[in-house]
């Protein structure tokens, strides 16, 4: 099993640019998330979703889109990049039986 | 509105010293306490999971346990790979959404 698995690991975009954020999970799980991790701010929560076909604002959703068409695949969409959007952003899942979470290794994202 | 506190925020620590890193929280039911491990660069790792007061877990060095206002993670006789940030987060009765705090970093010196 590889987990939770997130592409690209860094990127560099210019202000008004787009992207995607790839996010995959091998775990069969049901809860998937998006947190962004700022230095000293703890994460905080941009999207989830608990299933395939649903998806719902966390603390942070401005300036961010999510869709959610399997299962596996959770990919979080920035479409005017801006600088405030500058962090390291990870992806969780989340089975259904057990509480924990698990992390994909994180995007640092830097807006020029 | 769930609140996580940790404290402290840094620690610094002569290898073999032991102490312990905080986790307050208010919540409308607690349905379970979480402690992570994250190293730079990398995603938080799981590490316990705590559903009731009076619960203890251990794994190797650490041991966290739970009253109803806090948690602790206790490190004991710690080594430099110890070193990380450690997360706490707590999941409100009804609710499958953590509320994170802001971590304690830990650093301990050979």
């Known amino acids: 099993n590889a987990g939770v698995t997130q592409t690209p690991k860094f990127r560099i975009l210019k202000i008004g640019q787009s992207m995607t954020l790839q996010c995959t999970q091998d775990?069969?799980?049901?809860?998937m998330y998006w947190y962004r991790q700022d230095p000293g701010m703890g994460l905080k929560l941009i999207y989830y979703?608990?299933?395939?076909?649903?998806?719902d604002k966390g603390e942070v959703p401005n300036g961010y889109n999510v869709s959610r068409s399997t299962t596996e695949d959770f990919p979080l969409r920035l479409e005017l990049a801006a600088p405030s959007q500058t962090s390291v952003y990870f992806c969780?899942?989340?089975?259904?039986?057990?509480?924990?979470?698990?992390f994909g290794p994180g995007t640092r994202l830097t807006v020029t | 509105e769930d609140q996580v506190t940790q404290s402290p925020e840094a620690l610094r620590l002569q290898e073999g010293e032991s102490s312990s890193l905080n986790c307050s929280y208010t919540?409308?039911?607690?349905?379970?306490l979480f402690w992570y491990r994250q190293d730079p660069g990398k995603g938080p790792e799981f590490l316990f999971t705590?559903?009731?007061a009076g619960e203890e877990k251990e794994k190797e060095r650490l041991k966290a346990t739970l009253t109803k206002k806090e948690s602790f993670l206790h490190i004991t006789a710690p080594k430099p790979e110890d070193s990380a940030t450690y997360l706490c987060?707590?999941?409100?009765?009804?609710?499958?959404?953590?509320?994170f705090g802001r971590g304690t970093s830990l650093i301990v010196h050979p």
């Open positions: 969780a899942s989340q089975g259904a039986r057990s509480n924990e979470q698990y």
């Open positions: 987060a707590v999941q409100a009765g009804g609710s499958y959404i953590p509320t």
């Open positions: 775990m069969n799980h049901n809860y």
């Open positions: 705590l559903y009731s």
């Open positions: 919540v409308s039911g607690l349905r379970g």
């Open positions: 979703s608990v299933g395939a076909g649903i998806t």
